[in-house]
């Protein structure tokens, strides 16, 4: 999906960066070191809340039109000696595609081999093995936002063991 949204970019003062502010998502804001990085930064804010609405399935919201935002003359006198150096609005566009993607939650159906014994003894041991490979998938790809947290998991393989027992992933 291909959206775009209005910002307001405050540049800083003393080349201190700028500022960026989303009015269609409550002025959540972020900011960059320069231009180019606040642009991506909007980008990745605006991607995130998004996919933050798809997975909360809440309103996502429409994009306002550009001269319909407003500089928020209040807002920027309740903040103490910001002084910044110029402000404009602009568009932001993000291709959130990719990362629906890479996201995505839902179910898939895939077919493993592993040993009959680890099988049997999963199945006496009421082990979910949709889970554990879930797990070990996930600590594969690094996905905890502590990497020392990362567990290795070491696989054996024995290419002569005619032996394999099928599972369904769901």
């Known amino acids: ?26 002025n959540s804001a972020t900011c960059g070191e320069d231009l180019n ?9 605006i991607t995130t809340l998004i996919l933050d609405c798809i997975e909360n399935k809440t309103q996502i919201p429409k994009a306002s039109k550009i001269e319909d935002i407003k500089y928020d003359e209040a807002f920027e006198k309740e903040i103490d000696d910001w002084n910044y150096e110029s402000r404009f609005k ?52 690094e996905l905890y936002s502590d990497n020392n947290k990362k567990n290795e998991l070491s696989i054996n393989s024995n290419d002569n063991v005619k032996e394999w027992y099928w599972i369904d992933i769901l």
Not at 9 to 17: A, I, L, S, T
Not at 37 to 45: E, G, H, P, R, S
Not at 114 to 124: F, G, P, S, T
């Open 1 to 26: 999906m291909i959206v775009t949204y209005p910002a307001i970019f405050y540049e800083e003062k003393e080349g201190e960066g700028y500022s960026v502010f989303l009015p269609d998502f409550n």
């Open 37 to 45: 990085d606040a642009i991506y930064m909007a980008q990745d804010l």
């Open 90 to 141: 602009s568009y932001v566009t993000v291709d959130t595609t990719l990362l629906e993607k890479r996201w995505d939650k839902r179910r898939v159906t895939k077919k493993v081999r592993i040993l009959k014994q680890y099988a049997r003894r999963a199945e006496e041991e009421g082990i979910d093995l949709s889970n554990i490979l879930e797990m070990a998938l996930f600590d594969k790809f």
